[in-house]
Nanobody, 114 residues
């Protein structure tokens, strides 16, 4: 059974940083590109970032470049998303997805507020 479990969210003040994690199981992690997708309350899904199977290619939503960094550790079956200089508009549930978004985690809530 494919499982994706996100963690690392929380309440952060504007300007702060977070590192989200996504631990995968039930499949060969290194065989899949992985993505982060977020959804703010009352809004649609928004693609955030994607990392290739070998981690050599990374893609970001243009408006988020420079503050978001995606990485993966295949030995730990884990993908990460580091977010710096958090803004209130980053408040959302952050999901990790596998491949072409065919599998999703339960999400982790990020709230940016003073």
């Amino acid at each position: 059974e494919v499982q994706l479990v996100e963690s690392g969210g929380g309440l952060v003040q504007p300007g702060g940083s977070l590192r989200l994690s996504c631990v995968a199981s039930g499949f060969t992690f290194e065989d899949y590109p992985m993505s982060w997708v977020r959804q703010a309350a009352g809004k649609g899904l928004e693609w955030v970032s994607m990392i290739s199977m070998d981690g050599g290619s990374k893609y970001y939503r243009q408006s988020l470049r420079g503050r978001f960094t995606v990485s993966r550790d295949d030995a730990k079956n884990t993908m990460y998303l580091e977010i710096n200089v958090l803004k209130p508009e980053d408040t959302a549930v952050y999901y990790c997805t596998r491949g072409e978004w065919e599998s999703w985690g339960q999400g982790t809530q990020v709230t940016v507020s003073s």
